[in-house]
Structure formats: structure tokens, C-alpha cells
């Protein structure tokens, strides 16, 4: 499995805009088997802060899922909305609840 | 919904024990209804680190299981498998998939 957390900031008082919008691209990934988790949360401790938490099938299945039109699309439309990247982290899950 | 994601370190060799640890914390935690996800994975850029990724109902739920009984083992039983603690964030999860 290939897991990743990332954070992007949204324009201050853009969030619920944001998570918005990433909550339509979690709804594009239903029909992705590969995908396994994608959750969106706000950040606690920053205000405009939106975390993106994902657990896929491989590495492959992730990087093939940026060419899948639905997603491509989302991309372009959302990137306006992010301010700017934070912390992102890679990670191999290993199992555990709801997955 | 709370969310939490933070990162701990093994020993150094430690990180296989410590993992088949946590995994067993999230066999018990498949009893509580309060928690809806809990994911423990490797750290892509360490090779001692563990990150785990928590979705609880509420944080109350979290909080509380932290008084159940065999979670309280497992806690006791795991510390000595940790070096130190890295980071640390607590999240508002708003939807997604697997949610």
C-alpha cells in the first residue's frame, strides 16, 4: 500500500471552499478501486489549514489516478483555491481499522 | 469527527516490533464503535518511524478509550517500544472516501 498526509493552506477565509472542493474529489474516487481512503480534514490548530489524508493500493495506482480525466479536471479547478503547500509526508501502511 | 495523525520512533531495528504492536492496538480498537479508522504505517523517509492515522465519532471517544482496559495494556506493553515521539496534528475530518 502507498499511503500519503499532506496539508495545503487556503486563502484566509477560503477553507470551507476548499475542503468543498476536495470533498467533490473523494467523491471522484469512489469509482477508483485503487484508492482506499482519501479524508478530509481542517486543520485544528490553523484556520485556513486543510489536511488530505490517502491510502491507495500501490504508488502506481496513486500516480495513475492524476490522469484520469475526473481528476485532472478537479485539479485545475481547485488549485486557485490553495494558497500555498505545507507539510506532506509518504508512507507504506501496514494495515489497521477501516482499511 | 477528530482526527489525529502523529509519528513515533523506534528503536533503531525496533520498527517491525513496534508496528505488530500498534497493529494489535488497532485489533482492539475494532470492538469500539467510536473509532473509525486506525492506520499504522511506515515512515517513507525513516526507517524508524511509525506514523498511525486516527478518525474517532468525537474526541470524547478518543479520550475515553484511553481508560478501556486492554487499550490500557496495550499502551503499558508498547512504550518501551518507543524512542521518541515526532510530530503531532489534530484534524477536523470533514468527509471522504472510506469515511
Request: negative net charge.
Amino acid at each position: 500500500m502507498y499511503g500519503l498526509c499532506g496539508k495545503a493552506k487556503a486563502h484566509p477565509g477560503g477553507r470551507d471552499a476548499l475542503v468543498e472542493h476536495l470533498l467533490k474529489a473523494a467523491a471522484a474516487l469512489q469509482q477508483l478501486d485503487g484508492c482506499y481512503l482519501y479524508v478530509v480534514s481542517r486543520a485544528a490548530d490553523d484556520p485556513d489549514g486543510v489536511w488530505v489524508y490517502e491510502v491507495w493500493h500501490s504508488q502506481a495506482d496513486h500516480q495513475g489516478s492524476l490522469a484520469n480525466e475526473a481528476v485532472k479536471e478537479l485539479i485545475t479547478a481547485g488549485r486557485p483555491l490553495i494558497a500555498s503547500f505545507g507539510e506532506y509526508f509518504e508512507m507504506t501502511p501496514m494495515g489497521g481499522k477501516g482499511l
